[in-house]
């Protein structure tokens, strides 16, 4: 799935005035591509299963080779909705694809309890996604277009997709060496670490990633408009991950205890190393909206294969000590290497440059390291952690870094506008119409609905 669209839903959104037979091109490669993957990924569920030495993922993987299809000839209608900023649409069907899905896992996991519950919900996900975008978009593909009409397309697109391909093994090799080498349970033990730490994050920086890279793009050629909203946007990001990194990084053994069960205690040390890595992470982790919405596909591309080379030489250092060696490999690499190097590369060009990464970022890295300092104090003298210990921890280390930020002009400012935003939220609500019809604040003005 991570190479079926080769990178061209992104280069759909990114790119403006596309004609319909370009985009029915498109959404032909798309659909073309996910077929022959479908069949290969069938065809290599025998040597799955021999390559884990389990016989019984033979089914699931034949199963799961439909998805691959399913999911390709929804791709092209996904970008159409993104490209026309409607998120709402978008929401909708990822919220109804997840709850479906999950209800049938559950479903056939109350009767028969296996792997097939896993199987169904990611068939069923996919389902309601590929008929919730066709059905929204409202939009069929028709003749494709000439070859030179889409090169510059599928020249972006092929960047992307190296990137995308890459990235897929920086992100996923380590399960599998882990898995092969190091046996199923310190797999399970990194597995869930990995996912408790990650999922917060992608919450906040998936669905904000989805609105910003056509934003973005439609401000190519406004560079102090689009320096303006990148750094707006991604400040405020930084004022509400950064304090939930720092807290998770120094309270990781209690919090995987609490969450997991004592079962899982020795994850804490997996979560701690990998935590070290996520400092940087909801900043970093932007850089890809930059690259896209800059189609600067080359330059990602080659980041993405060095990212991925570090990345796996990392897992392969750090292998001999089993997940912990894996996760500790990892962490110091990238912080000591991939993180210079990604910083480098993504602000030699475009409107947002080295210089305004830099202001970007001080204010709440002094911020950060007084919180870590502050949340170390804590821990040391707070002993044992109970669950209301951990949500006073969790309150302090907000508290702490916001009133560290607030030291600074830039950090004011942000604060600021977080405060303004709040509190526009809440007086849109209060400014809902009476029982005659009229505002209840503001005299003479007409009434508007609430959106």
Same mark, same amino acid.
């Given at each position: 799935?991570?190479?079926?669209?080769?990178?061209?839903?992104?280069?759909?959104?990114?790119?403006?005035?596309?004609?319909?037979?370009?985009?029915?091109?498109?959404?032909?490669?798309?659909?073309?591509?996910?077929?022959?993957?479908?069949?290969?990924?069938?065809?290599?569920?025998?040597?799955?299963?021999?390559?884990?030495?389990?016989?019984? /993922? %033979? $089914?699931?993987? =034949?199963?799961?080779? &439909?998805?691959? @299809? #399913?999911?390709?000839? *929804? +791709?092209?209608?996904?970008?159409?909705?993104?490209?026309?900023?409607?998120?709402?649409?978008?929401?909708?069907?990822?919220?109804?694809?997840?709850?479906?899905?999950?209800?049938?896992?559950?479903?056939?996991?109350?009767?028969?309890?296996?792997?097939?519950? /896993? %199987? $169904?919900?990611? =068939?069923?996900?996919? &389902?309601?996604? @590929? #008929?919730?975008?066709? *059905? +929204?978009?409202?939009?069929?593909?028709?003749?494709?277009?000439?070859?030179?009409?889409?090169?510059?397309?599928?020249?972006?697109?092929?960047?992307?997709?190296?990137?995308?391909?890459?990235?897929?093994?920086?992100?996923?090799?380590?399960?599998?060496?882990?898995?092969?080498?190091?046996?199923?349970?310190?797999? &399970?033990?990194?597995?869930?670490?990995?996912?408790?730490?990650?999922?917060?994050?992608?919450?906040?920086?998936?669905?904000?990633?989805?609105?910003?890279?056509?934003?973005?793009?439609?401000?190519?050629?406004?560079?102090?408009?689009?320096?303006?909203?990148?750094?707006?946007?991604?400040?405020?990001?930084?004022?509400?991950?950064?304090?939930?990194?720092?807290?998770?990084?120094?309270?990781?053994?209690?919090?995987?205890?609490?969450?997991?069960?004592?079962?899982?205690?020795?994850?804490?040390?997996?979560?701690?190393?990998?935590?070290?890595?996520?400092?940087?992470?909801?900043?970093?982790?932007?850089?890809?909206?930059?690259?896209?919405?800059?189609?600067?596909?080359?330059?990602?591309?080659?980041?993405?294969?060095?990212?991925?080379?570090?990345?796996?030489?990392?897992?392969?250092?750090?292998?001999?000590?089993?997940?912990?060696?894996?996760?500790?490999?990892?962490?110091?690499?990238?912080?000591?290497?991939?993180?210079?190097?990604?910083?480098?590369?993504?602000?030699?060009?475009?409107?947002?440059?080295?210089?305004?990464?830099?202001?970007?970022?001080?204010?709440?890295?002094?911020?950060?390291?007084?919180?870590?300092?502050?949340?170390?104090?804590?821990?040391?003298?707070?002993?044992?952690?109970?669950?209301?210990?951990?949500?006073?921890?969790?309150?302090?280390?907000?508290?702490?870094?916001?009133?560290?930020?607030?030291?600074?002009?830039?950090?004011?400012?942000?604060?600021?506008?977080?405060?303004?935003?709040?509190?526009?939220?809440?007086?849109?609500?209060?400014?809902?119409?009476?029982?005659?019809?009229?505002?209840?604040?503001?005299?003479?003005?007409?009434?508007?609905?609430?959106?």
């Amino acid at each position: 799935m991570m190479v079926q669209d080769i990178g061209l839903s992104q280069a759909v959104v990114t790119t403006p005035n596309l004609t319909h037979a370009q985009t029915s091109t498109i959404f032909w490669i798309n659909a073309a591509l996910s077929l022959l993957l479908a069949l290969l990924f069938a065809l290599a569920a025998p040597l799955i299963a021999a390559f884990f030495d389990e016989p019984r /993922l %033979v $089914a699931p993987a =034949l199963a799961l080779a &439909g998805s691959v @299809l #399913v999911s390709g000839l *929804a +791709t092209q209608h996904f970008a159409n909705l993104t490209k026309s900023l409607r998120f709402g649409t978008l929401a909708l069907i990822d919220v109804a694809s997840t709850l479906l899905g999950f209800g049938a896992a559950v479903a056939i996991a109350w009767y028969t309890p296996g792997i097939w519950a /896993l %199987v $169904a919900s990611v =068939l069923v996900g996919m &389902g309601v996604g @590929l #008929v919730g975008a066709w *059905a +929204t978009a409202r939009w069929l593909p028709g003749r494709p277009a000439r070859f030179a009409e889409v090169r510059e397309l599928l020249r972006l697109g092929a960047g992307l997709s190296t990137f995308t391909l890459s990235n897929f093994f920086a992100r996923n090799l380590d399960n599998v060496m882990i898995g092969r080498w190091a046996g199923a349970v310190q797999l &399970g033990f990194y597995d869930r670490a990995y996912k408790l730490l990650l999922f917060p994050l992608q919450q906040i920086n998936n669905p904000i990633g989805r609105v910003m890279i056509p934003v973005l793009s439609r401000l190519g050629d406004e560079p102090h408009r689009y320096r303006h909203a990148y750094r707006r946007t991604i400040q405020l990001m930084l004022m509400i991950t950064l304090p939930g990194v720092a807290f998770m990084l120094m309270f990781a053994e209690p919090l995987v205890v609490a969450l997991m069960g004592p079962r899982w205690q020795p994850a804490a040390i997996i979560f701690t190393w990998l935590a070290v890595a996520a400092l940087h992470q909801p900043m970093s982790s932007t850089f890809g909206w930059l690259f896209v919405s800059q189609r600067r596909g080359g330059e990602f591309a080659r980041w993405g294969v060095f990212n991925m080379v570090t990345s796996v030489l990392a897992f392969a250092v750090g292998l001999p000590w089993g997940a912990i060696g894996v996760a500790a490999a990892y962490a110091i690499s990238d912080v000591l290497v991939r993180m210079p190097v990604l910083w480098w590369w993504v602000g030699k060009a475009g409107p947002v440059r080295h210089s305004d990464l830099l202001s970007i970022m001080w204010p709440f890295a002094i911020a950060l390291a007084g919180t870590l300092a502050g949340l170390g104090a804590v821990r040391f003298w707070g002993g044992g952690m109970t669950i209301l210990g951990l949500i006073l921890a969790g309150c302090f280390a907000f508290t702490a870094f916001w009133a560290l930020l607030a030291l600074t002009a830039a950090g004011r400012g942000t604060l600021a506008e977080a405060g303004g935003l709040v509190g526009a939220r809440l007086g849109r609500f209060r400014r809902s119409p009476d029982a005659a019809g009229r505002p209840e604040t503001g005299v003479g003005r007409p009434a508007t609905k609430l959106r």
